[in-house]
């Protein structure tokens, strides 16, 4: 399973302090990782958020967001943004979001 590249590049964009986040290939996709956390990434054509249960829950009121399920059973604190979700300033805003969240996680 491919990664859209273009994205993965808009979200090295849109990160504040790039030379703390490292990267790392996951789930057929690429991984956005903090402090040892993911905090989001990249599958297929959509951009896939780590939000904590709260977080998560409270996006899933959004248009374009679906929970994250590879297993049939979702993942609580994940979520995933449909490309119409993350047009414009609606990616920094969903990045710095997941990022503020890992931010505040115990480094591994």
Do not use: N
Request: proline content about 6%; hydrophobic content about 45%; charged content about 25%.
């Amino acid at each position: 399973m491919a990664y859209d590249e273009q994205l993965a590049e808009r979200i090295r964009g849109v990160l504040p302090d790039p030379g703390v986040v490292r990267e790392q290939k996951m789930f057929g996709g690429l991984a956005f990782m903090v402090g040892g956390h993911m905090f989001c990434g990249v599958m297929k054509d959509e951009l896939m958020l780590r939000l904590g249960p709260d977080g998560a829950e409270r996006a899933l009121s959004r248009p374009h967001v679906r929970p994250m399920d590879f297993t049939g059973r979702p993942m609580k604190s994940m979520v995933i943004v449909g490309r119409d979700g993350i047009k414009g300033v609606a990616l920094r805003r969903w990045v710095g979001t997941a990022l503020s969240f890992a931010r505040d996680l115990p480094a591994k």
